[in-house]
């Protein structure tokens, strides 16, 4: 991997944040499903909830327990209470629709998925490889990075015999979002890197075992596997977060978590291409 370059941190201004509702609600179509976590963590992936021609996509990134504190403690606060209460204790949302275990993904839903997946991370690999901001630097080359793994994993259904559909309006939509918000908004951008890569890390991994059990004969794609100790490369960019942070205003970091509904609009439309 490219070692990083040294940096320092700092943080530009951006316009006052804006008030934002924390639950999305967006058409879908008539049915409904959610995805029940483990009890002894609460999922990363956002939270789907399919009702009534309605998605509510309600969680963002949250982890396994931290031993940094600092503003990640935040971030993860702002999830807590929007998983539902046999999630997590903290949650304050009401258990409701189906188990992922009653999902019916199709190969093509999956491969559309996996494509727009990856040209999110190959965005973000991008945009801190350019670091427009030089605390970007920061979080290159964290150990978390998935489009090395994801550019396998679709190599290997090619070699299936399935052809590998082009990236989708969700993903595109997306990677266009990223790239604009990197260089006008820098506490809004850490908040989708961070959704992104933790939220894969929990909840994306059991959806995954999900899917590989229905469509894959239990095949463990690369997408769901890392080099090293995950604990420890997600310890080691919980603790990044928390010192760029500490230059932030408290303007800068409330702005910083508001954006999270935009994170949970982004990655569930992505998600739900599973089903597609």
Known sequence: MASAPTSTFSAKAHPSPRPSAITLRAPISPHSLTLPLPRRHASAFPTLIIHSRTLVVSATATEMPQKAKGFVDEMRAVAMRLHTRDQAKEGQKEPQGQPVAKWEPTIQGYLKFLVDSKLVYDTLDSILHKAPYQWYAEFWNTGLERSESLAKDLE??????????????????????????????????????????????????????????????????????????????????????????????????????????????????ILRLILS
Not at 160 to 188: C, F, N, T, V, W
């Open 156 to 269: 290997w259904f090619k070699e299936q015999g399935h052809i590998i559909p082009a990236p989708s309006p969700p993903g595109l939509s997306y990677a266009r979002y990223l790239e604009e918000l990197s260089e006008k908004d820098p506490q809004a951008f850490i908040c989708h890197f961070y959704n992104i890569y933790f939220a894969h890390t929990a909840g994306g991994r059991m959806i995954g075992k999900k899917v590989a059990e229905k469509l894959l004969d239990n095949k463990e794609l690369e997408f769901y596997q890392w080099e090293g100790n995950l604990s420890q490369l997600l310890q080691n960019v919980r603790e990044k977060i928390n010192q760029v942070s500490n230059s932030w205003s408290r303007e800068e970091k409330d702005h910083c978590l508001e954006e999270t509904e935009k994170s949970f609009k982004y990655s569930g439309e």
